[in-house]
């Protein structure tokens, strides 16, 4: 069955920019705000945290550290360039940074952008507003040079914020400028003036294949690699599986217009008493290098919770002592129409983190899916912890995709922008 979408395939050839775009890609330890939590709790916005320690009850800021591995790369706006450290996000599409003109939660530490400064600024002046990361960036449109590695795109839109403000509690803060988006080229968006960054990439004929591949940094030590037209041959070997995308519907897609997402049909957990759990025939993953839990059915993340012994707290994790990862089960995926079976450790589904008054911890990645969309929605994330051994290359020119199993380190390739079909091919990385 073929689903609707973007027909590009047809429009983009081979560009006048014959080059890959090669970026670092480095783990960022953004950190989670629970200082307004008081506040929230009273407004009804958010309930209490399980674990919430006494001490975070007040309004006192209370800042967890190192809670959210982003990947960010840098680039620059503005002539002469502007440098920004951007968290790269797969479902968000567009590019948004901090404004020299902030007036409210504007974080000491973030690099601003300042179009006075910038001989090629041209001012739009719409109103946008994105929320990522549970806050609000509220700012306006403006358009400038966009300089990514050693390619210079003339003209750029996108937001710079002038507020940014928690709408619940653990919003993201910090070890990032702003966002570089790279959804889907075909993704809809409510700002129709303010051009997906893949979109405009491939309009302008500026990547010499319409693809991007991605490797994620495993530890806060790795360099990563974002590739822009191309891939890295060095980093994966075949053979393929593909799995073909599946179009979120109903509840979920009012969540996520567009993104990349596949049929999910199971998740085992191998215990001593194995732990297997259906999914509803309509469930679908979604993949994203910039969500750090894995978001699943609140009843099966209780059970897995409690099936390596987690402990509640501090704050609203669950944790485990660091030195019993290695003992720990592996969690398998039933992903795509054929149930093919992708798994991770434990050193993917936990976190080290450092945490005030508890110090360094691991905490679980098991999120309920009804503390972040609720249970009428046939959805998981699959966000950092089950990508950090894919190579994921995100193919916008062919109709395929491919994966091989994630026991071991793999290469993921998102293809199928001709807006009909799309699978996602999964490769062993080196």
Not at 24 to 38: F, G, H, I, N, T
Not at 349 to 377: K, M, R, S
Request: contains cysteine; hydrophobic residues 40%.
């Amino acid at each position: 069955m073929r689903a609707a979408g973007w027909a590009i395939v047809l429009v983009f050839a081979a560009g006048a920019w014959a080059g890959e775009i090669r970026l670092p890609l480095r783990a960022s330890k953004a950190e989670l705000s629970v200082d307004r939590l008081s506040r929230l709790r009273r407004a009804g916005a958010v309930q209490k945290p399980l674990g919430l320690s006494p001490d975070s009850r007040g309004g006192g800021a209370k800042i967890a550290r190192g809670i959210l591995p982003l990947h960010t790369t840098n680039v620059s706006i503005g002539t002469p360039p502007q440098p920004f450290s951007l968290a790269v996000d797969m479902v968000e599409g567009n590019i948004f940074v901090p404004s020299s003109t902030c007036d409210f939660r504007c974080e000491e530490g973030y690099q601003r952008y300042n179009s006075s400064l910038s001989s090629t600024y041209q001012p739009d002046g719409s109103y946008m507003n994105v929320k990522w990361g549970e806050v609000s960036y509220t700012g306006i449109v403006s358009q400038d040079a966009f300089h990514i590695s050693d390619l210079d795109v003339p003209e750029l839109r996108f937001e710079e914020w002038t507020d940014a403000s928690c709408y619940s509690v653990g919003c993201t803060i910090g070890g990032f400028d702003g966002v570089l988006g790279l959804g889907p080229p075909w993704s809809k968006w409510e700002y129709p003036n303010v051009p997906n960054t893949l979109s405009l990439l491939l309009s302008n004929n500026l990547l010499p294949e319409p693809l991007f591949s991605i490797k994620i940094p495993r530890t806060p030590d790795d360099e990563g690699e974002l590739l822009l037209g191309g891939t890295n041959p060095a980093l994966y070997t075949p053979p393929l599986v593909t799995l073909p995308i599946k179009n979120l519907t109903g509840e979920a897609r009012s969540w996520f217009p567009d993104a990349w997402t596949v049929a999910a049909s199971h998740v085992s957990f191998d215990t001593a008493i194995p732990i297997h759990w259906p999914l509803s025939e309509n469930h679908v993953a979604l993949i994203d290098s910039a969500i750090p839990w894995l978001i699943l059915p609140s009843a099966l993340s209780r059970v897995l919770t409690a099936a390596i012994g987690a402990e509640r707290g501090p704050y609203w994790f669950s944790n485990i002592p660091c030195s019993r990862r290695g003992e720990l089960p592996s969690l398998t995926f039933s992903l795509g129409p054929d149930g093919r079976n992708f798994s991770i450790s434990a050193f993917d589904y936990t976190h080290q983190i450092d945490l005030p008054g508890a110090g360094l911890t691991c905490i679980t990645t098991f999120g309920p899916a009804n503390d972040f969309y609720g249970e009428d929605v046939d959805l998981m994330l699959l966000g950092s912890p089950f990508l950090k051994g894919i190579y994921g290359v995100f193919d916008m020119g062919k109709q395929e995709v491919g994966c091989e199993f994630l026991i071991q380190p793999l290469v993921v390739v998102f293809a199928g922008l001709d807006g009909r079909q799309a699978l996602i091919r999964c490769l062993p990385s080196l």
